[in-house]
């Protein structure tokens, strides 16, 4: 917090804007937009505040046109919040794995699939979500032009990626439409929310429309169309705008993390750290993350999987259902598990990456064109600690511990 988000607040309620519109929402939107847009000048982008990043990929496929029997493309490598509004709308994922360079939708993958797909079903796919995972820039240049050959709209799931840049270019202002979350553990936080960067003022109209419940312009309520109560409160936009003063400390201080474990683990054998993979894409390195060799061992790795988690890992305990079984049918290696849980044993949270849809049992029956790669990811891969709250002396210390796991050949 900057100390200016109890100032917006403090406003919101000494004028009675306690509501989902005001000063705040105004004032944050219009800050969004300009950085976004990287310019004070009026542009056709437009942003609109929501209540979440998940209700903004819901919106989106709305404004794209997306219905029930609709399939839409979706990178299988994400948080699930890129692929269920895609299911709340009676509409088919149809999932697509990543490349290994960004980690991101792999652009030659995305152009078999909706081959085969209009081959298969004689139609072609709604729309493509593509995700900037760990705030990592996609090959957006190579998909965008995919999508442009099929005449395909792109949703760009930007809501770990807030400040990435691909060539310049903020990422989420590539496709139609862009995605941010201002959750509790995202870039910068309105405590929860999110945002819709929208391609014109009435597509910012229209998307309004539906987060406030798609109400007619008569005196008594009328409906023509089934809308949402998605809109940012002005209270939470009051957060935002305090948080739009530190957000580019906050991507300074997530790359210069991201250095920092870069350094801490470029002469470790078996341990790598995920890296831009070109200067034209700049990561906010929102969570910095590593592969572990399938050969490396850790300490204690041997134990990894005896008991069963208590609670999720990362401060979701009481909201997830208890785990019935220690092992589900595709699971992180046992290293990577015994150096989740040394440092754990540490008081260090780390988390395994995220779990593919393609292998999300609520997603078994949907369409996939998988190379492996994610799954790989998955087996392998760790994110590391790198918020505004760990200091640069703390991730060298946990870079140290790391090392400290590592069972070297020699020894
Ligand atoms: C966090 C996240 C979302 C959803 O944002 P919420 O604000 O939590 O609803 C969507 N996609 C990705 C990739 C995310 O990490």
Redesign the pocket.
């Known amino acids: 917090m900057s100390g200016n988000e109890q100032r917006y607040i403090k406003e919101a309620f000494d004028e009675g804007w306690v509501v989902p519109l005001g000063p705040n929402v105004n004032g944050f939107e219009e800050d969004l937009r300009c950085f976004v847009t990287q310019s004070e000048a009026p542009s056709d982008k437009q942003v609109v505040a929501l209540s979440?990043?998940?209700?903004a990929?819901h919106l989106a496929l709305i404004q794209e046109g997306v219905g029930p029997g609709d399939e839409v493309l979706c990178q299988s490598f994400?948080?699930c919040?890129?692929c269920h509004p895609i299911t709340y709308l009676g509409a088919t994922p149809v999932l697509v794995d990543s490349e290994p360079d960004t980690w991101n939708m792999d652009p030659e993958l995305l152009e078999r699939a909706i081959q085969d797909r209009i081959a298969k079903t004689g139609r072609k796919p709604k729309a493509i979500v593509v995700?900037y995972?760990y705030g990592m820039p996609a090959k957006i240049k190579e998909i965008m032009e995919v999508a442009q050959r099929y005449d395909i709209p792109v949703i760009e799931?930007a809501?770990?990626a807030l400040g990435s840049c691909y060539r310049g270019q903020v990422c989420g202002t590539f496709g139609d439409y862009g995605?941010l979350?201002?959750?509790g553990n995202?870039m910068i936080t309105t405590s929860?929310?999110?945002a819709l960067i929208c391609p014109s003022p009435e597509a910012k109209r229209e998307v309004m429309f539906y987060a406030t419940q798609a109400r007619e312009a008569y005196p008594y309520y009328q409906h023509e169309k089934i809308g949402y109560n998605y809109r940012m409160s002005n209270i939470c936009a009051g957060i935002g705008r305090g948080q739009m003063t530190i957000l580019n400390d906050h991507i300074a201080h997530h790359r210069r993390l991201a250095e920092i474990y870069e350094e801490e683990f470029k002469d470790v054998d078996g341990l790598t750290f995920h890296k831009a993979p070109s200067e034209e894409m700049e990561s906010n390195y929102w969570l910095n993350t590593i592969v572990l060799h399938p050969d490396l061992k850790i300490r204690g790795q041997e134990k990894a999987y005896q008991s069963a988690v208590k609670g999720a890992v990362g401060g979701a305990a009481g909201v997830t259902h208890e785990s019935e079984s220690i092992h589900t049918g595709s699971e992180p290696n046992a290293n990577v598990e015994a150096l989740r849980l040394a440092l754990d044993a540490l008081n260090v949270e780390s988390r395994p990456l995220w779990k593919p849809m393609h292998l999300q049992p609520v997603y078994a029956d949907v369409p996939a064109y998988v190379n492996g790669v994610s799954e790989a990811l998955f087996h392998r891969g760790l994110c590391l600690p790198s918020g505004p709250m760990v200091s640069e002396e703390q991730a060298r210390w946990i870079a140290q511990q790391i090392k400290h796991c590592v069972i070297r050949q020699e020894d």
């Open positions: 979440s990043g998940t209700a990929v994400t948080f919040a890129s995700v995972l799931d809501a770990e995605v979350s201002f959750n995202k929860g929310g999110g």
